[in-house]
């Protein structure tokens, strides 16, 4: 059974620090591995997928990338701003169908001014 | 495009009623994901459909849940009765099969609190 876990739990960062979000998946036989955000209140909103054969995938100042035989991902925030502040999310796609997603338990960023 | 729409957003009621939650997918997907959000357990798949046939409602936590997709633009979620332990965040999400993307888009959810 995929597991999904996400390091750290909670992190509150300076404005304009970059930062590091990490992700590990059990089971390296993945379709792909999605990042999402999360606001209070809101659903999730896509902001990067990687499919299992890409190495990186880059949007503005994200940038996350796979290492599908260690089962990991990290997502890169350059710049962080306080709009940035949210849950991040980490999903694999894997077994017999790609919309079956495993999720993370979350990180929550907070950047404060 | 308007996105992912569920409705009702917030749903209070009283155990034992039944609940219907709603949700219609973006046009042109064909696949369809019915999620629940708790502290707790995170998020966890209850069932999704592709072209309107349920593929996989492993996750359906029993006989109280059911779902259903009359058509390619409609899908609901139902619980009855209805017990305080369903008291979650259902998402629902759609996404386009076929393409080797599975890119997945949610609608805001719809937050339910059984009393």
């Known amino acids: 059974k995929q597991e999904v876990t996400q390091i750290p739990a909670a992190l509150s960062v300076p404005e304009g620090e970059n930062l590091v979000l990490n992700c590990s998946f059990t089971d390296s036989a993945i379709y792909n591995l999605q990042w999402f955000r999360q606001d209070p209140g809101k659903g999730l909103t896509s902001l990067l997928l990687?499919?299992?054969?890409?190495r990186e995938q880059t949007s503005g100042r994200l940038n996350a990338s796979l290492d599908k035989s260690s089962g990991r991902s990290t997502l890169y925030i350059a710049a962080s701003q306080p709009g940035d502040s949210a849950t991040y999310l980490c999903?694999?796609?894997?077994?017999?169908?790609?919309?079956?997603?495993?999720f993370g338990q979350g990180t929550i960023l907070t950047v404060h001014p | 495009d308007a996105g992912v729409i569920q409705s009702p957003r917030h749903e209070v009621t009283e155990m034992g009623q039944e609940v219907t939650l709603r949700c219609k997918p973006i046009?042109?997907?064909?696949?369809l994901f019915w999620y629940r959000q708790t502290m707790m357990r995170g998020l966890e798949l209850l069932i999704y459909?592709?072209?309107?046939?349920?593929?996989?409602d492993s996750g359906m936590p029993e006989d109280r849940f059911s779902a259903k997709m009359p058509n390619a633009s409609f899908s609901t979620l139902k619980i009855q009765p209805s017990e305080p332990r369903d008291s979650a965040v259902y998402l629902c999400?759609?996404?386009?099969?076929?393409?080797?993307?599975?890119?997945?888009?949610f609608g805001e959810g719809s937050r339910l609190t059984v009393l």
């Open positions: 046009s042109g997907h064909n696949s």
């Open positions: 999400a759609s996404s386009r099969q076929g393409a080797t993307t599975g890119e997945l888009f």
């Open positions: 459909f592709n072209n309107n046939v349920p593929i996989d």
């Open positions: 990687i499919q299992s054969s890409q």
């Open positions: 999903a694999v796609a894997g077994g017999t169908s790609y919309g079956k997603l495993t």
